[in-house]
């Protein structure tokens, strides 16, 4: 079975007879090419054509006729759960993050972020007075806070925060 492109996704359409799941943990969900297996053990070959920028997400939809709808499962891992509780703090907690390079998710709840487990961010946020809590959760590409904005990467793409006609950015070398 070969899939090219993602036919929408379980959480707005609705699926046709039996659902069949590709379980991927949270660091697969980049990939755009590979071999899987699902539950019920077909193998799938995955090439898509046209990826998302953000990654594949829980729910979506790779093969779908009319016995079978096969989905990608993203699979719950250990997260670091921050919850701020101002602005201040979702400063914080961003730039702590993404100053170590990880990858950082909208939480469920308002002013929350999910974050995979590492024991030093932990330990940071203690130290910081940051609310936190180590949790299993899904981490779904399409909750992605962090992009990677280096030249070199296939997700690259241009950051806008707000639109103003009187921003600069000036570059000192």
Not at 80 to 106: D, F, K, P, T
Not at 120 to 135: I, R
């Amino acid at each position: 079975m070969h899939a090219v492109a993602i036919l929408g996704n379980l959480h707005t359409k609705a699926p046709n007879g039996v659902v069949d799941y590709i379980d991927l943990e949270w660091f697969d969900s980049q990939k755009r090419m590979g071999r899987f297996k699902t539950r019920g053990g077909q193998e799938v070959v995955m090439k898509l054509e046209n990826p998302p920028k953000v990654g594949l997400a829980d729910g979506d939809i790779l093969f779908q006729d009319a016995q079978i709808t096969i989905a990608i499962n993203i699979l719950p891992t250990e997260v670091l759960y921050a919850y701020a509780s101002n602005m201040h703090e979702v400063a914080q907690i961003c730039y702590e993050v993404g100053n170590r390079h990880a990858s950082l998710y909208y939480g469920e709840e308002n002013l929350s972020f999910k974050t995979p487990y590492e024991k030093p961010l932990q330990v940071l946020f203690e130290k910081l007075g940051v609310k936190h809590a180590v949790l299993k959760s899904k981490l779904d590409a399409s909750k992605r806070i962090s992009v990677s904005t280096s030249p070199h990467s296939e997700t690259s793409a241009p950051l806008k925060f707000f639109d103003s006609t009187d921003l600069q950015i000036v570059i000192k070398k």
